[in-house]
């Protein structure tokens, strides 16, 4: 695949309707600045020159103010878990079994958790964000406040990511006086042809920029970590993110359970918390009631809602890694079940 070629068909954003001017003349846009001047050896005119190209996008903070993960359960399962996912799940697993095979076996991670994390995030890479990476870390950076400090830090680590994979203008050498990666995005490519989602995530797996540069990898051995059009990549990326925080090969990642009619603190304690705080041992104690006689294997108790009942279950510490990925029960509990419908018809 000659990357060079599509890159600027694939990865454009709406350059059509982008003015610049947004975020020039502002003293926490000059404080940034200096931050990339005084930490990271950027060239000040060159970061101007990048910030001066970011809009403004009200869009983003709209988006950022209604997450689906805000959703009950039960509208929230509506929108991820459908038949028509779980097909086109088995079929991207048949369509890369071997890389499939490949990753489970070097990380551990089941190929149907795989398959489900993609297909939750960008439905197998057919909708991968429409922003541009820069216009969404910038806006939310800088004008929106309950999260200002992360994203303004994704925004530093968009700008060394851009240095070290020799996005444009960072594409020449020393150009911000880092050592680069090999040129993963290729110098037809500039910071302000990157698309992602509201929040500034990238690629298959929607890695934002501290993931990318952390967890993603090359993995067809190609000399370049490309996410967003290298599928390879991408399912070793996505295997790779799963092994370094923490996935137990081969451990269960959730059950039902039952309560008995005595358990009344269940209620109070379910969805409390998404990290393992008591073992098995101890809900049995509090009430849950359980097949799983491994008293010292750690769990939380979640509760989901539906139309006919209350369900009850046991997340394992496999169950909160795929909450690293996106913090939220629903999530993880949305790629359990696409997970499974894929995993019964392969």
């Given at each position: 695949?000659?990357?060079?070629?599509?890159?600027?068909?694939?990865?454009?954003?709406?350059?059509?309707?982008?003015?610049?001017?947004?975020?020039?003349?502002?003293?926490?846009?000059?404080?940034?600045?200096?931050?990339?001047?005084?930490?990271?050896?950027?060239?000040?005119?060159?970061?101007?020159?990048?910030?001066d190209?970011?809009?403004?996008?009200?869009?983003?903070?709209?988006?950022?103010?209604?997450?689906?993960e805000?959703?009950?359960w039960?509208?929230?399962?509506?929108?991820?878990?459908?038949?028509?996912?779980?097909?086109?799940?088995?079929?991207?697993?048949?369509?890369?079994?071997t890389?499939?095979?490949?990753?489970?076996?070097e990380?551990?991670?089941?190929?149907?958790?795989?398959?489900?994390?993609?297909?939750?995030?960008?439905?197998?890479?057919?909708?991968?964000?429409?922003?541009r990476?820069?216009?969404?870390?910038?806006?939310?950076?800088?004008?929106?406040?309950?999260?200002?400090?992360?994203?303004r830090?994704?925004?530093?680590?968009?700008?060394?990511?851009?240095?070290?994979?020799?996005?444009?203008?960072?594409?020449?050498?020393?150009?911000?006086?880092?050592?680069?990666?090999?040129?993963?995005?290729?110098?037809?490519?500039?910071?302000?042809?990157?698309?992602?989602?509201?929040?500034?995530?990238?690629?298959?797996?929607?890695?934002?920029?501290?993931?990318?540069?952390?967890?993603?990898?090359?993995?067809?051995?190609?000399?370049?970590?490309?996410?967003?059009?290298?599928?390879?990549?991408?399912?070793?990326?996505?295997?790779?993110?799963?092994?370094?925080?923490?996935?137990?090969?081969?451990?269960?990642?959730?059950?039902?359970?039952?309560?008995?009619?005595?358990?009344?603190?269940?209620?109070?304690?379910?969805?409390?918390?998404?990290?393992?705080?008591?073992?098995?041992?101890?809900?049995?104690?509090?009430?849950?009631?359980?097949?799983?006689?491994?008293?010292?294997?750690?769990?939380?108790?979640?509760?989901?809602?539906?139309?006919?009942?209350?369900?009850?279950?046991?997340?394992?510490?496999?169950?909160?890694?795929?909450?690293?990925?996106?913090?939220?029960?629903?999530?993880?509990?949305?790629?359990?079940?696409?997970?499974?419908?894929?995993?019964?018809?392969?």
């Amino acid at each position: 695949m000659n990357y060079k070629k599509v890159a600027c068909s694939t990865l454009i954003g709406f350059a059509f309707w982008v003015t610049a001017g947004d975020y020039s003349n502002r003293v926490d846009v000059d404080e940034f600045v200096a931050t990339m001047v005084n930490e990271h050896g950027f060239e000040t005119s060159t970061v101007r020159a990048v910030l001066d190209q970011a809009v403004y996008q009200q869009g983003i903070i709209d988006a950022i103010t209604r997450p689906a993960e805000k959703k009950p359960w039960i509208s929230y399962r509506a929108i991820f878990v459908t038949p028509k996912r779980i097909e086109d799940g088995v079929q991207f697993a048949r369509e890369n079994w071997t890389t499939l095979q490949s990753a489970e076996e070097e990380f551990g991670v089941p190929i149907e958790i795989i398959v489900a994390i993609i297909g939750v995030e960008t439905n197998y890479g057919r909708n991968m964000g429409s922003y541009r990476v820069l216009d969404a870390l910038t806006t939310l950076g800088f004008d929106y406040p309950p999260r200002a400090k992360f994203f303004r830090g994704q925004l530093e680590e968009f700008f060394i990511l851009s240095c070290e994979e020799r996005v444009e203008p960072f594409n020449a050498d020393n150009a911000c006086h880092r050592e680069v990666a090999g040129g993963t995005l290729g110098t037809s490519v500039s910071i302000g042809d990157l698309v992602g989602s509201y929040a500034g995530a990238m690629g298959y797996g929607q890695f934002i920029p501290s993931s990318y540069r952390n967890f993603a990898i090359d993995y067809d051995g190609d000399g370049a970590r490309d996410i967003w059009r290298n599928v390879v990549d991408a399912i070793g990326s996505v295997s790779a993110y799963f092994k370094d925080h923490g996935w137990d090969r081969g451990e269960p990642v959730i059950a039902q359970v039952g309560v008995r009619t005595d358990g009344d603190s269940i209620d109070e304690l379910a969805n409390s918390s998404l990290t393992p705080t008591k073992t098995v041992a101890e809900w049995k104690t509090l009430g849950i009631e359980t097949q799983d006689n491994r008293g010292n294997a750690y769990a939380s108790v979640f509760r989901f809602e539906t139309e006919d009942a209350t369900n009850y279950y046991l997340g394992y510490h496999n169950f909160y890694v795929i909450t690293r990925y996106n913090i939220s029960r629903l999530y993880a509990k949305a790629v359990v079940e696409v997970a499974d419908g894929i995993a019964a018809r392969l």
